[in-house]
């Protein structure tokens, strides 16, 4: 008997269910389906997936692009592949004076190379390139007839000195730029650099890093007069 009540008091059924839902409305209870559904917590649908954020990609691409546009055009624009022209070209030079390596309170600037022609070249001491352009600038100051006037920049004096009496001065005239300003005017980002200047003060050439053999002829002697280009007699 024990065992034929408990199997009756767990079966379900229409006729169990039914007067369990009647009881429950005579109590006040919620069937127990109901309970259920109101203690489970209300499903929440996911976020949607998030969208790919393009625009931090785009802008960065935009401004490669325009950088590569802007080099290349300066780039087909120049005399040679691969030679950027300084915005001098075709220009008045800009004016500078400076004092002098080797003579103590005098300077000397564009005035006094006016009607000239001249090759002004911005070196250093500390400059390792300067040094391998060395012995062309000799070789041209002995060959040549255009005066090359160099600029010892933000150097010492002495090391200056040095680095002349070692190697030799091939220079008509040296005069120091010790806190860069006349650098800055000529647009010059290191040295070697040198600038072709003609009689009317106008820039015609600049040579970024040391001349050589091949690029005095093609660049410099090509738009000298041929007494000054030529070897001197």
Excluded at 40 to 60: D, E, N, S, W, Y
Excluded at 187 to 198: I, K, R, T
């Amino acid at each position: 008997m024990t065992n034929s009540a408990s199997v009756r008091t767990h079966t379900t059924g229409p006729r169990g269910s039914a007067a369990r839902a009647k009881t429950a409305a005579q109590t006040g209870a919620e069937p127990a389906t109901a309970q259920a559904a109101a203690a489970a917590p209300t499903a929440q649908a996911p976020p949607p997936a998030a969208k790919p954020r393009l625009g931090r990609f785009v802008i960065p691409l935009a401004v490669f692009a325009a950088i590569a546009i802007v080099l290349g055009i300066g780039i087909l624009n120049s005399r040679s592949v691969g030679v950027i022209q300084s915005p001098l070209i075709g220009k008045r030079a800009p004016a500078w004076s400076l004092p002098l390596l080797d003579q103590s309170g005098r300077t000397f600037g564009s005035k006094d190379l006016a009607g000239k022609w001249y090759v002004l070249n911005f070196w250093g001491s500390w400059c390792f390139a300067c040094k391998d352009e060395h012995q062309e600038l000799l070789t041209l100051s002995r060959s040549t007839s255009v005066p090359i006037i160099g600029v010892d920049w933000r150097d010492e004096d002495a090391d200056a000195r040095n680095f002349l009496a070692a190697l030799g001065n091939p220079y008509a005239t040296v005069a120091t730029d010790h806190d860069g300003r006349v650098v800055v005017d000529w647009g010059v980002y290191g040295a070697p650099e040198s600038f072709l200047v003609n009689p009317q003060g106008v820039v015609v050439f600049k040579q970024i890093g040391p001349i050589t053999p091949e690029i005095w002829n093609k660049e410099f002697a090509s738009r000298l007069p041929a007494a000054l280009a030529d070897h001197k007699s």
